[in-house]
């Protein structure tokens, strides 16, 4: 629930002016990055999902609405997108720059690759309760052989 009041208050804090454009992006998400023998980045799997982005947001706010609306963490995965002119090339979307080049390069709609990163294994959303087991556990440690719980 945190997730969307969070939310709410970012939508309405994107600095949008009166000609800030819409762009309805194709949300390709729950695949995974493969690189060929080429050395070409191809995104396989996943579904796709449609929602609308107002020029001006920066990618930390993306990357909040990304968890909100699909239930990960924005902050766990690499985000890439195509140019309206080359969609053969996945262009990181690392930083606010990149937010004003998807916006710019792209006329009305444009697509965005989401996948976890590397090292995150599991490609699924964790609720609250796994959160309050996972710190539990990582307070439990062994000194001169003994199990200690702090």
């Excluded at 939310?7 to 695949?31: D, E, Q």
């Excluded at 020029?55 to 309206?84: A, H, P, Q, S």
């Amino acid at each position: 629930m945190h997730y969307c009041r969070l939310a709410c208050k970012i939508t309405w804090n994107i600095r949008a002016t009166p000609s800030s454009k819409s762009l309805i992006c194709f949300f390709h998400v729950g695949g995974e990055f493969v690189t060929n023998v080429e050395g070409e980045v191809k995104y396989s799997g996943g579904n796709v999902r449609v929602k609308s982005i107002k020029e001006g947001m920066m990618v930390k706010e993306l990357r909040v609405m990304i968890g909100v609306w699909f239930g990960i963490d924005g902050y766990r995965c690499d985000i890439k997108y195509t140019l309206n002119f080359d969609e053969k090339i996945l262009v990181d979307l690392i930083d606010d720059s990149e937010m004003e080049n998807l916006f710019h390069y792209n006329d009305s709609s444009a697509h965005v690759y989401v996948a976890l990163k590397e090292s995150d294994n599991e490609g699924r959303a964790i609720d609250d309760t796994e959160r309050q087991v996972t710190i539990y556990l990582a307070k439990v440690v062994i000194f001169n052989s003994v199990l200690v719980i702090c």
